[in-house]
């Protein structure tokens, strides 16, 4: 058990609908990271959040959208979904958003669009 | 081509035997980070080296960090089984507000009983 939290673990929707995916993170940890994982595409870098702060954006679509709350666990909302957008959306955290510092996934959240 | 690149893509081994997983960066590391992924599943931590000569042992997975040459290799010892999965490396990569991991492509271990 990593510590870091994924919920829901499947999620079924249709197209066009919108979706929530919900992170907590390690205790201590204040760095979140989100990331998509798909078989043509491998493990994609998404976004990060440092103590409710936006701090590194990757290969994010705008459809897609993420916050980091006060108590420090994080939301991904995905809209206007696509079939396209089926994957396995994971989370992790660190301590730092500098320096190194280990990096723990979640089990993650599995979505498909039908 | 890929920021970070893994090879061999798949690798089969007879159990007992010893392998080697590959991992070279096209760009400067900021630590450099292996997991393990059964299919389906979450990565699990396996070691993060952060400065070049570094080796790090966690019981039979030994992984080591060539800093000059921007490459890492994880060898495995006397495979067992239960080494099975894919195994990712993950480079720390620096945005100028915060460090962030890319991955590589991924190895597919199978260990043949």
């Known amino acids: 058990d990593s510590g870091v939290t994924q919920t829901p673990k499947h999620l079924i929707t249709a197209t066009g609908q919108r979706v929530t995916l919900r992170c907590s993170p390690r205790?201590?940890?204040?760095?979140v990271y989100w990331y998509q994982q798909s078989l043509d595409q491998g493990l994609q870098f998404l976004i990060q959040?440092?103590?409710?702060?936006?701090?590194a954006k990757g290969n994010i679509l705008e459809r897609f959208s993420a916050q980091q709350f006060p108590d420090l666990h994080s939301e991904l909302n995905l809209s206007s979904l696509e079939l396209g957008d089926s994957a396995l959306y994971f989370c992790?955290?660190?301590?730092?958003?500098?320096?190194?510092?280990?990096?723990?996934f979640g089990q993650g959240t599995r979505l498909t669009v039908v | 081509s890929q920021e970070l690149e893994q090879s061999p893509q798949s690798l089969i081994v007879q159990e007992g035997k010893n392998l080697t997983i590959n991992c070279t960066s096209s760009?400067?590391?900021?630590?450099l980070y292996w997991y393990k992924q059964k299919y389906g599943e979450g990565l699990i931590f396996l070691m993060m080296?952060?400065?070049?000569?570094e080796e790090k042992s966690h019981e039979k997975i030994t992984a080591k960090l060539d800093e000059k040459k921007q490459q890492s290799s994880l060898h495995i010892t006397a495979s067992q089984p239960s080494h099975a999965g894919i195994y990712l490396c993950?480079?720390?990569?620096?945005?100028?507000?915060?460090?962030?991991?890319?991955f590589g492509s991924g190895t597919q271990l199978t260990v043949l009983p």
């Open positions: 080296l952060q400065k070049g000569g």
């Open positions: 993950g480079a720390g990569r620096d945005s100028g507000s915060a460090r962030q991991l890319t």
């Open positions: 959040y440092y103590n409710g702060e936006e701090r």
């Open positions: 205790s201590g940890d204040l760095s």
């Open positions: 760009k400067t590391l900021y630590g």
């Open positions: 992790a955290s660190s301590v730092g958003v500098r320096g190194y510092s280990e990096a723990f």
